[in-house]
């Protein structure tokens, strides 16, 4: 079963410079953002070809940017946060693309504009099925999904916006628990749990 996940860094920034020495904080939490790549992609031993995950990168200047992780393609990048961050420092040197256009920076590392909307079409046309995480939300059930693939949207350390929450409204919740947890936690329990049903 192919997994996804997509990550909205709220104060990420699109463009410019991140401080790869302040990651939590003049650098729009990029930490959080790099914590869900490290669990969601690697392994003790290698990296998890059936998984993607993608950050958005919300924070402006200029428009919003996202950055794919393309599990089963992805070289030359390390597991911990500065060396991913660092890859997204590179990223952000690049005029942001058009939404929608996939530009590859290098195997595995693709860049586009766009936001959450985009990146829930472009699932929908896959034929990948949705769900937001929300502690709110009906407990996860592997045991129903026997889909080809399933992806899992959730957010920094920040609540989803309105705007994103009407994006979201029609995309099933499923919770972990009641308690809030952090995305690279969340990410790191679904693994589990769906390695278990394998």
Same mark, same amino acid.
């Given at each position: ?13 699109? #463009?410019?410079?991140?401080? !790869?020495? %302040?990651? $939590?904080?003049? +650098?729009? =939490? ?30 402006? $200047? ?12 992805? =070289? ?25 256009? &996939?530009?590859?920076?290098? $195997? ?17 046309? %896959? ?6 995480? /929300? ?5 996860? %059930?592997?045991?129903?999904?026997? /889909? ?8 920094? %350390?920040?609540?989803?916006?309105? #705007?994103?929450?009407? +994006? ?7 919770? &972990? ?12 329990? !679904?693994?589990?749990?769906?390695? #278990?049903?394998?």
């Amino acid at each position: 079963m192919g997994r996804r996940f997509a990550i909205i860094g709220h104060r990420a920034p699109s #463009s410019g410079k991140i401080n !790869l020495n %302040d990651l $939590p904080g003049s +650098s729009g =939490r990029i930490d959080v953002l790099a914590r869900a790549v490290n669990t969601a992609l690697f392994l003790s031993h290698g990296i998890r070809d059936d998984t993607d995950i993608t950050m958005h990168l919300m924070g402006g $200047p200029g428009p919003a940017r996202r950055i794919w992780f393309q599990g089963s393609r992805l =070289r030359g990048v390390y597991p911990d946060e500065r060396a991913i961050a660092g890859q997204v420092a590179k990223a952000l040197k690049e005029p942001v693309p058009a939404i929608g256009q &996939l530009v590859e920076l290098h $195997p595995g590392l693709w860049h586009s504009g766009g936001g959450i909307e985009q990146t829930i079409l472009e699932w929908e046309r %896959d034929g990948v099925r949705l769900f937001t995480l /929300d502690a709110e939300g009906a407990p996860f %059930d592997p045991d129903i999904h026997d /889909d080809d693939e399933i992806g899992f949207i959730l957010s920094d %350390d920040l609540p989803f916006s309105a #705007s994103e929450m009407e +994006s979201l409204e029609a995309i099933e919740k499923v919770s &972990l628990g009641r308690t809030w947890l952090q995305g690279n936690a969340c990410i790191s329990i !679904l693994h589990h749990v769906l390695d #278990s049903n394998d």
